[in-house]
């Protein structure tokens, strides 16, 4: 049993349509995964707690619908924002082309929120392909395989209560 505070944050997931959005955020809360590829229209929400030290901390986690530019994303689906989770697929380059110009544009509607790049599918690729790819990330991740998904919403839920 805890003896520390319950606190509810705000998590929303970005990145271009079929980064593995849906799957990372499926993965994390029910430990499932499915090939199958399924479009998310606006936001889907889901809701899991996690414990951090005394604390227990109500993950509202924001699934948002992919764009190729987050400039087109509603940005209501931002207002209230807690933590970010930059997700792109280490496999298509396209996904990650403007990932700086997408960060500085949700940076600047919510300065001082936490957000991790996380580069996802990582299964999809060899240690060699992987070790060449040149843009920056916080997490190398597998929806498929759970690889860093429980660590990347653990490290964002930290950074948030800091």
Known sequence: MTTGKTLSKKVILIGNFGVGKTSLTRQFVYQKFSDEYLTTLGVKIDKKVVEVGNDLVNLMIWDIAGEVSQTRVNTSYYLGSNGIIYVFDLSRPSTYEHMEADIEYVQKLLPD??????????????????????????????????????????????????
């Open 113 to 162: 929120v936490p957000i991790l790049r996380v580069a996802n599918k990582a299964d999809l690729l060899t240690e060699e392909q992987i070790a060449n790819i040149s843009v920056p990330y916080d997490f190398l991740s597998s929806a498929k395989t759970s690889q860093n998904v429980e660590e990347m919403f653990l490290k964002l839920t930290k950074a948030m209560l800091q």
